[in-house]
């Protein structure tokens, strides 16, 4: 017996065009993949929010950044009601609820700080869908914080580590530009294969300040 991410693996080509994950199993005749789960056929797209959003995105559809049916590339869907594509939607039988998920309280989760660190991260290249699995939040909470349609408020220092140079903003060993968020995002980044000079340059501290951090001898109350 597969499992559903086995399943969904199986039929997706990670190589289409503009980044899209096409889908190669069973299509609707307007393009859109779908697949078989606990007995109910589901769009592949969906299946894909939900497989990496860890949430069912419930009455809510599963929309297309990319405009292309078969795609199943998390980054490039968002959730939206019926109204926003009448094309690119739910199976029939679906509620419909006339307001995007989380757009009561879309910002309740994070910090200010975790607000200017998804800004920093995302100048610098990351993908929304990997900044919502790192700040567990959904992809459109990060996509409303990255254009700022929501935390408007927060001011963003101009901290692209490419445009970073060491002398200038922290070139001193000085760790109090750090904060407990970032103490673990280094150290995270770091068990993930970052370097120490990498990590330097993100955080805009020097590498001694970032090697003592990831063995603990600086902040080490911070778990
Ligand atoms: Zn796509």
New binding site residues.
């Given amino acids: 017996m597969h499992t559903i991410e086995e399943r969904f693996w199986d039929k997706v080509a990670l190589c ?1 065009r ?4 096409e889908w190669v199993g069973a299509t609707t005749s307007a393009g859109y993949g779908h697949i078989w789960v606990q007995g109910r056929l589901e769009y592949s797209h969906r299946v894909s929010w939900m497989l990496f959003n860890h949430e069912d995105p419930g009455a809510l559809c599963v929309l ?3 405009d ?1 049916p078969p ?1 199943v ?1 998390p980054s ?1 869907l968002f959730l939206g009601t019926h109204q926003d594509n009448s094309d690119d939607c739910c199976f029939k039988g679906r509620n419909k609820v006339p307001c995007l998920k989380g757009e009561d309280h879309p910002s309740a989760q994070l910090t200010e700080e975790d607000v200017r660190i998804c800004r920093m991260l995302y100048m610098d290249g990351w993908k929304q869908i990997e900044l919502a699995a790192l700040f567990g939040v959904s992809q459109p909470h990060i996509s409303s914080i990255v254009t700022r349609k929501t935390w408007g408020h927060v001011q963003t220092r101009d901290c692209s580590a490419k445009g970073r140079h060491s002398n200038q903003n922290g070139g001193n060993n000085s760790s109090a530009k750090m904060t407990e968020t970032k103490v673990r995002i280094a150290r995270m980044f770091y068990k993930n294969g970052f370097s120490q000079r990498e990590l330097a340059a993100l955080f805009g501290v020097s590498q001694p300040t970032i090697s003592d951090i990831v063995r603990k001898k600086l902040w080490n109350h911070v778990h």
């Fill in positions: 289409g503009g980044g899209c994950w297309h950044h990319c292309n795609c590339n490039h």
